[in-house]
């Protein structure tokens, strides 16, 4: 969905079985990156985002992530791709089905 310069994504999936709890840990360090200098700097690089959620339903199979930000998809992907943000995401993903990677999993 477009507003103006906004666009809004929103993606569902299901959590791959006996994953759940794991994800939670990831989002939950995700989170806290107050104390991650490096993330903290990646996402002042990322002028174009307004808002990021990550919800956790239906007991635990499922996971919604949703997003504001201006301008196109692409630009989008690529700010967070080019960025430590990328990575950590592919870490919260890699706990869910059919979503491609963009960098390899950080542990």
């Given at each position: 969905?477009?507003?103006?310069?906004?666009?809004?994504?929103?993606?569902?999936?299901?959590?791959?079985?006996?994953?759940?709890?794991?994800?939670?840990?990831?989002?939950?360090?995700?989170a806290?990156?107050?104390?991650?200098?490096?993330?903290?700097?990646?996402?002042r690089?990322?002028?174009?985002?307004?808002?990021?959620?990550?919800?956790?339903?239906?007991?635990?199979?499922?996971?919604?992530?949703?997003s504001?930000?201006?301008?196109?998809?692409?630009?989008?992907?690529?700010?967070?791709?080019?960025?430590?943000?990328?990575?950590?995401?592919?870490?919260?993903?890699?706990?869910?089905?059919?979503?491609?990677?963009?960098?390899?999993?950080?542990?």
């Amino acid at each position: 969905m477009r507003d103006g310069v906004c666009s809004e994504f929103t993606v569902v999936t299901k959590i791959k079985p006996g994953h759940a709890d794991a994800l939670r840990e990831d989002l939950a360090t995700l989170a806290s990156g107050s104390d991650d200098a490096e993330a903290r700097a990646a996402l002042r690089q990322i002028s174009t985002l307004h808002d990021a959620r990550h919800v956790i339903f239906d007991n635990g199979t499922r996971h919604l992530f949703a997003s504001v930000f201006d301008g196109s998809w692409d630009t989008y992907i690529d700010d967070f791709g080019k960025t430590a943000i990328g990575g950590r995401f592919d870490k919260v993903f890699s706990h869910t089905e059919g979503v491609p990677r963009h960098h390899p999993i950080r542990r």
